[in-house]
């Protein structure tokens, strides 16, 4: 399966920024979509921000205006530039990655997730 590996997380006041990265590895063959989910305690897991196959953005509303999502192709590495953040903001966020990869047999698409980076947002 396709390899995601985030960083950048960490404690920080509200207000403050964080920028994640998340890194693509293995033996990928295309990248549909990629983007940002988050879990908060006792919350269902949430889209925050992704880049679909069409190229297209997509932000939750929570976040739009504050948060930026970026990529750079020759890295297969997707970024989430994080600005006047929230204590409601706190969650573990997880890359994910719509992708085609070679199994050693075969070429398979399906999504994959990263392990996930702990976000806190307290004074």
């Known amino acids: 399966q396709v390899q995601l590996v985030e960083s950048g997380g960490g404690l920080v006041q509200p207000g403050g920024s964080l920028r994640l990265s998340c890194a693509a590895s293995?033996?990928?063959?295309?990248?549909?979509?990629m983007g940002w989910y988050r879990q908060a305690p006792g919350k269902q897991r949430e889209l925050v921000a992704a880049?679909?196959?069409?190229?297209?953005?997509n932000y939750a509303d929570s976040v739009k205006g504050r948060f930026t999502i970026s990529r750079d192709n020759t890295k297969n590495t997707v970024y989430l530039q994080m600005n006047s953040l929230k204590p409601e903001d706190t969650a573990v966020y997880y890359c994910?990655?719509?992708?085609?990869?070679?199994?050693?047999?075969?070429?398979?698409?399906?999504?994959?997730w990263g392990q996930g980076t702990q976000v806190t947002v307290s004074s």
């Open positions: 994910n990655a719509d992708a085609t990869y070679y199994t050693g047999k075969y070429y398979r698409r399906g999504d994959s």
């Open positions: 880049f679909t196959t069409g190229g297209s953005t």
């Open positions: 293995g033996s990928i063959s295309t990248i549909y979509a």
